[in-house]
């Protein structure tokens, strides 16, 4: 194992953690059977756990966050139908285009605002049903929002939401990657959050340091096709249980302890001068500098600090499970030191 003075601190993401001796101990015990014939006892615990925890009737494990919302759009929106989202949003900006590749999903956006947008004029993009339009058959919110540095969207503004979609008859999805941080910096229930969507998809792997995994939540006949379609993409898996004994560890023991990761983003971000965060997301905002978001990470990397280029202009430094308070220092020394060096005079 590398010595703590040299091993990189790594702030790329926070899928980035190791599993805890714990979290193995839990993988290596759990009870197996096989999932695609649904007798994998962990796995459907788990389903059934994370079903309730946002108030709905029935979950299912995926492999991937990419996977789960693409189901869950797939559930909501036929093929030619459309989709509202963040021109920023994650199901479109960092999916690949899967929505309209295997999903033939057409989409239209609204203002690169990340968190910040007002439902009234969210919902008056709305397209009824009737010829010549192409229908909206849903919307999707994510939260919390990773390129706009893990802010929160207001319950307020979701329920508004909800409000004006159940109006028009148009389905709510929430890519919900990081809605634990949510949770956890507003003390909102996460029922609070699960009972305003149709569907939505949460993950194991970011936060709360599960090494893979996100679940499909929704309805009990929505998550009975969504088995089809997961089989059809390829993600029927077998003895999934000691993948899942991972999610179920995480959701006992790394979910409180988010706010450790939110309390380290924020003197993180105060001791480099950035904005300070709301969740576990810290971004560079490198425009009044002479550095290019690649360039400063590069740097950083040989002074044993990995971080990522979001945009040009933009670095991002996420905080997680195996972060600790010498890292956080070492990033902010590091950092600090090089944005002196090339600063715009």
Not at 75 to 102: I, K, R, T
Not at 126 to 138: F, L, Q, W
Not at 273 to 280: D, V
Request: overall charge neutral.
């Amino acid at each position: 194992m590398a010595d703590r003075a040299t091993r990189p601190a790594d702030f790329r993401s926070d899928t980035v953690t190791r599993p805890t001796a714990g979290m193995r101990a839990a993988m290596a015990d759990a009870p197996v059977g096989d999932d695609v014939f649904g007798d994998d006892p962990t796995v459907n615990a788990l389903e059934a756990q994370v079903a309730a925890m946002f108030g709905h009737e029935a979950a299912l494990f995926c492999p991937s966050g990419t996977m789960a919302n693409q189901i869950a759009l797939q559930l909501l929106v036929a093929p030619g139908g459309e989709l509202l989202a963040g021109a920023d949003a994650h199901v479109l900006s960092y999916e690949l285009g899967a929505a309209a590749a295997l999903g033939g999903v057409s989409t239209r956006t609204w203002g690169s605002v990340g968190a910040a947008w007002r439902p009234d004029e969210i919902a008056a993009m709305i397209r009824p049903a009737g010829y010549p339009s192409n229908p909206t058959r849903a919307i999707a919110v994510e939260q919390t929002h990773n390129l706009a540095g893990g802010t929160i969207v207001p319950l307020a503004d979701l329920r508004r939401l909800r409000e004006l979609s159940a109006e028009s008859g148009v389905a709510l999805h929430c890519d919900g990657a990081r809605i634990w941080h949510a949770h956890v910096a507003t003390e909102t229930p996460l029922d609070a959050y699960g009972r305003l969507f149709d569907t939505l998809s949460v993950c194991l792997s970011k936060g709360l340091g599960a090494p893979v995994g996100s679940l499909v939540v929704g309805s009990r006949e929505r998550v009975a096709q969504a088995r089809i379609l997961r089989k059809r993409l390829g993600g029927g898996m077998r003895q999934v249980g000691i993948l899942a004994a991972a999610g179920q560890y995480a959701l006992t023991h790394h979910v409180k302890r988010l706010a450790d990761d939110h309390a380290r983003a924020k003197r993180l971000a105060a001791g480099i001068g950035a904005a300070t965060p709301e969740t576990n997301i810290v971004l560079v905002d490198l425009t009044e500098t002479r550095w290019d978001a690649p360039s400063l990470v590069a740097a950083a990397a040989e002074q044993n600090v990995q971080i990522v280029a979001m945009l040009p202009r933009v670095a991002r430094i996420i905080t997680h499970l195996d972060v600790t308070d010498d890292d956080v220092d070492r990033a902010v020394e590091v950092l600090t030191r090089l944005g002196a060096l090339l600063r715009k005079q």
